[in-house]
């Protein structure tokens, strides 16, 4: 997900760094970059495609699995969120959202919420789903001039959410049991439009069981959104997707207690001494070669087994969610 080509995250902790901060409902195209821990938002970049740069920032609320496009970028998106404090803020916020705009005027950056980029990727838009960001799937034509790549699964939203809200409030597990059969059916869809490579589908019907965040679809969202995002080349959110469901927190951590192993070593330093004669030449040290380090390739499955390892998960989170809250004066961590 880096489009500097010099910089690649060791295998070892990718997963690691992905999960960090990483809210209950933020699905694995969101990259969380700020957390404000008194409106309990996030702000991010959103990508489709993990190798594509990101059109806009998004925002998401712990509490609820939808998610608002709010600019192109950070400076964007900061500035929208000054702007609907000012009625009722400080003289400290006014002065701020002056200066956001006095140095986005300056250096020439675009603040404005909706851009090119945004109105381009509304045109992309397959579907909303239950997020109401919605998803992007390439559509091509077949050799016979037929358009694969997504279809409906014949069900609006809010018929979708009626649904997944009578299986999470149902009295007891036999009629919640009876009330999975519309989904089986969806599923079926599902699996013959993957197989007719309209892989789009699938990957609508797991974002919006993942965006409802109840625990009665984790495993079926196991078996659908892994498999659409490996379909779809997007390999790195299957493996985000997986390791977020086996360790899907409803508190802001930063998940510190699950650390990824790393053999990574700083540069060799070259030591000078002081002269004292400024005639005499100064010597160069002779170049330090560093040392091979060989990284652990590491399963991407590792993740997901230190969680099990661990064991227990309340105090910790408890632990986490507290220190963060109460942390600096900032909102955003």
Same mark, same amino acid.
């Given at each position: ?233 997007? @390999? ?69 087994? @230190?969680?099990?390892? @661990? ?23």
């Amino acid at each position: 997900m880096m489009q500097y080509k010099g910089y690649n995250p060791p295998p070892s902790n990718m997963i690691h760094r992905h999960m960090r901060n990483r809210s209950y409902y933020a699905p694995p195209e969101f990259q969380v970059c700020l957390n404000n821990m008194k409106d309990k938002t996030a702000l991010g970049y959103w990508r489709d495609d993990p190798s594509e740069l990101p059109p806009f920032i998004a925002m998401n609320h712990h509490e609820e699995g939808r998610l608002y496009a709010v600019g192109p970028n950070l400076m964007a998106a900061v500035k929208l969120w000054l702007y609907r404090r000012i009625g009722s803020s400080s003289l400290h916020t006014r002065k701020c959202f002056a200066t956001v705009t006095d140095v986005a005027i300056k250096w020439n950056i675009i603040i404005e919420r909706v851009t090119y980029e945004l109105r381009e990727r509304e045109t992309r838009c397959n579907a909303r789903s239950l997020n109401t960001i919605g998803i992007c799937v390439p559509v091509v034509e077949d050799a016979k001039g037929n358009e694969i790549g997504y279809r409906p699964f014949e069900v609006d939203d809010t018929e979708l959410r009626n649904i997944l809200d009578a299986i999470e409030n149902a009295p007891n597990d036999a009629v919640r049991l009876k009330k999975f059969q519309p989904l089986q059916e969806i599923m079926q869809r599902v699996n013959l439009a993957n197989d007719e490579c309209d892989f789009g589908m699938g990957l609508e019907f797991g974002i919006s069981m993942f965006a409802h965040g109840s625990k009665y679809f984790h495993k079926m969202i196991l078996k659908i959104l892994p498999m659409a995002y490996e379909l779809l080349d997007r @390999k790195i959110y299957a493996e985000i997707i997986k390791a977020h469901i086996a360790d899907r927190r409803k508190t802001i951590v930063d998940r510190n207690d699950i650390l990824a192993p790393t053999q990574m070593q700083g540069p060799a330093i070259g030591t000078f001494r002081v002269m004292e004669d400024l005639s005499m030449p100064v010597p160069v040290p002779a170049p330090v070669e560093e040392a091979p380090v060989e990284e652990k390739q590491q399963d991407p499955d590792d993740y997901i087994s @230190k969680i099990r390892a @661990k064991g227990v998960y309340v105090n910790n989170t408890k632990a986490c969610g507290k220190k963060k809250a109460a942390g600096g004066s900032s909102d955003w961590g």
